[in-house]
């Protein structure tokens, strides 16, 4: 198989540059050396594990895209940016015709679907790129919707530790809430315990020291009525490793998924937006 | 609501002692004061909370039911018996028209399913009775079914507590394997690490010294890997309270099943083997 172009915008951001270094280490993919950034960014490149990024303004990248694309072909577009180029950047990729995955979260995401249904290019949208948490998310999703009250008078704890910095409640936590709602527990987003201290991080979670600056850690345990019974349900990240895989997962879903609406020839075919659990059923 | 007329076989039996006790203190149940035993128990009587059950073996069942029936209309079975008596009890009760609940396990599953199929009671029959533990099963068998692979690369470690004399390894954990296994991590039953020893249970696992001689805990651990993400879930029972709970559930179930059949008045109607996942969605 011929390497797949990506381009990955949001260096020199820390989560971008991460990923990057797996997709640049991927045989599969060839990371092409130009990354769009925000206008705030004062670098001109950008550099990884020996390899050169130069760092496209906003004001730069219309003028530089199709000569980009001209040179490599066929590019989808990986996108760890900021909330306040979500939209934006969605807008682009349509614009030129580049598929995307939309690893960055935030914006208007109703607005973001439309421009891709409304388009005739396809994209990943998810706010969630690791895979697992997500499945696990959708085991809870089936339960709360299959089997209602099926914790009915149990208490519910749920504790979440993530480097200190990281101001609001876990989003991945508050989304669990209402399924364990639904699963008859009364239990509000301002209950979850949150740990941003690092030293206790350490000393209670046992959270490795060289993760301490960037962990996702979520316990939820259920505890029935008499406390005889004790269900505990815990997944804990450490780095980003994870959402690099899940990102490259993603990536190579819609290479797929472009390649079957080629093969189809659909007339006048309308952009579709696939989400991670598309990615996970892998259809 | 008139009570229902509960006739719980099984004791002097441990768990069915029990449940026995949960029943009686149960309103919406009369729980009635006779109980089928095995033929090597010396006792004729069994008292519970101040009530007197008469034991009724084998030899003497079919002398005495029908006046029971007289006596107790509209009778249902809960069965804590043995494994050695699932089939015989099955058919005994297909044979006087009372519906059950088998919370016995072994004996030969299939043919006691077909000894309900094939007559016009209908059953909850269910290896296990803690409803939590059926839909945290569910949940897995979901996740196995929807998303295979979800967790290849990664390690798995499974560990259960048992009391001391439990010499098989948990059916539950023996049951999840298969599971693991579609979502892409091999692992045989013979992995699972058992625990026995109340010394270590004490030290190590920190289960409650009254509860050494009776419970019933499991931890799976997924390991991503480079050991960055870790995904652990358990579920540990003490005592018996859950399967009292989820019987009493059985109970109230099979009642309303079997109001539903009669006002839907269906002639030659053959009896329904509900499983316990039947009794979670309350269909």
Do not use: C
Not at 75 to 90: C, E, R
């Amino acid at each position: 198989m011929k390497p797949i172009n990506i381009m990955l915008n949001g260096m020199p951001g820390n989560v971008a540059s991460i990923i990057a270094g797996h997709i640049a280490a991927d045989d599969r993919f060839n990371l092409i050396p130009f990354s769009m950034t925000g206008a705030e960014i004062e670098a001109i490149t950008h550099n990884i594990k020996g390899l050169d990024f130069k760092l496209l303004k906003p004001d730069e990248i219309e003028n530089s895209v199709l000569k980009i694309i001209k040179e490599f072909p066929d590019m989808i577009a990986v996108d760890f940016t900021h909330p306040t180029a979500v939209n934006k950047n969605g807008e682009f990729y349509v614009k030129f015709n580049i598929p995307f995955v939309m690893g960055t979260t935030g914006g208007d995401r109703q607005a973001l679907s439309k421009t891709v249904l409304s388009s005739s290019i396809s994209a990943v949208i998810a706010p969630n790129m690791a895979k697992q948490i997500v499945g696990f998310q959708a085991m809870m999703e089936y339960a709360a919707e299959t089997f209602p009250d099926l914790f009915k008078g149990y208490t519910l704890q749920i504790k979440e530790s993530h480097q200190k910095g990281k101001a609001d409640t876990s989003g991945t936590a508050k989304a669990m809430v209402r399924y364990y709602n639904k699963l008859g527990i009364p239990f509000a987003e301002d209950d979850i315990i949150m740990e941003r201290d690092p030293e206790i991080q350490k000393r209670e979670w046992h959270i490795p020291e060289e993760h301490l600056t960037g962990h996702a850690w979520h316990t939820y345990t259920l505890t029935s009525p008499n406390s005889t019974a004790k269900f505990e349900f815990s997944h804990n990240i450490n780095g980003r490793d994870i959402y690099a895989q899940g990102t490259i997962d993603a990536a190579l879903f819609l290479h797929k998924k472009i390649n079957e609406e080629i093969n189809l020839q659909v007339k006048g075919k309308k952009g579709t937006v696939y989400t991670m659990i598309d990615v996970l059923r892998g259809l």
